[in-house]
């Protein structure tokens, strides 16, 4: 009996076992493979998860934005009355006209302090008047056309509370009557809505005529 007992023990499984045995494996292995599946899956989603948080962080830290405040004065040179350019627009051909445009650029990032910003001066009409630069630093001429002329310059940005005007002025020589338009435009790392379009008009002194007509 305890032969038997031992020849059956050494005996190998039915066919009927071989093959659950066999499914309870691959059951097995499908089982590890969905687990690894759904693990790396997982993984993957916390990968993008944490790339989308990356991009929100680096797009919160945006580069330093810039606005610049812009005035405009003009005077005829025979006094210090600086006017704004939206309070006098006409002035005689009889005198030189002198345009004082003021600058101050401002970032609100410590990474903008002092990053050069472009500044063009355009001037169009000068077939009838005559433009050139009378005070202002690092400002070059750079376009001069059958009726246009254009000046480069530089601004440095400060905190709000440390900007500085840059001053640039420009002398008007009219050769007889017309229209001169100043256009002051920033480099794209400003705003289009801080630049500035003014336009004077030169006109004939009639006081000045009437004079000149009753010496005769």
Not at 159 to 186: C, H, Q, R, W
Request: charged share 30%; with cysteine; net charge negative.
């Amino acid at each position: 009996m305890q032969g038997a007992d031992q020849q059956n023990f050494g005996m190998e499984p039915d066919r009927g076992t071989q093959i659950m045995i066999k499914r309870f494996i691959a059951i097995g292995c499908m089982f590890v493979f969905i687990c690894s599946f759904i693990a790396c899956e997982n993984m993957n989603d916390v990968n993008t998860a944490n790339k989308a948080e990356s991009t929100v962080a680096a797009s919160s830290e945006e580069k330093a934005s810039f606005i610049v405040d812009t005035t405009i004065n003009y005077t005829d040179g025979s006094d210090n009355n600086w006017t704004y350019g939206d309070q006098k627009k006409e002035f005689s051909t009889a005198d030189n006209c002198y345009v004082r445009i003021g600058c101050k650029a401002v970032t609100d990032k410590d990474e903008g302090v002092d990053e050069e910003l472009q500044v063009i001066y355009k001037f169009i009409g000068i077939e009838n008047c005559e433009v050139e630069l009378a005070d202002g630093y690092g400002i070059i001429l750079v376009l001069d056309e059958s009726n246009v002329k254009e000046f480069v310059g530089a601004l440095y940005p400060k905190e709000e509370n440390k900007a500085e005007e840059s001053v640039a002025v420009f002398k008007y020589d009219p050769s007889e009557e017309g229209s001169m338009t100043l256009e002051i435009i920033y480099d794209g790392r400003v705003h289009s809505q801080y630049c500035k379009r003014n336009t004077v008009y030169f006109v004939k002194d009639t006081t000045q005529s009437k004079e000149n007509d009753g010496e005769h």
